[in-house]
């Protein structure tokens, strides 16, 4: 099993969330983040100067078979994509183990 981290901006989540529902077996978390990233020049917007160095971004955790891995990953390059400066990341990292808190069961990890 993988778990996918992705960082993309808040402006593509809904795209995003409706590819990852397309996809069978996808179970998901998501929460608000910031980030300071590469983009750091400043804007002035209605004559008021603000940094961008701290960047408002949504952050997903997915957990995925082996199998739905690059679907999952595709899917999101696909709908987060807007081809300027902090689209985001995605990382991408093994499972070694899994509980069922309910149960304190440990499940097996499938690949």
Known sequence: MKKIEAIIRKSTFDDVKKALN????IFYTYWDVTGVGNEKQGHVYRGISYS?????R???SIVVTDELMQRTVDSILDNAYTGNLGDGK???S???QTYQ????EKLQVVS
Not at 52 to 56: G, K, N, R
Not at 101 to 104: E, G, L
């Open 58 to 60: 949504r952050q997903l």
């Open 94 to 96: 093994d499972i070694q």
């Open 52 to 56: 961008t160095s701290e960047i408002q």
């Open 22 to 25: 397309r996809i069978d077996n």
């Open 101 to 104: 808190i309910r149960t304190k």
């Open 90 to 92: 995605i990382f991408i």
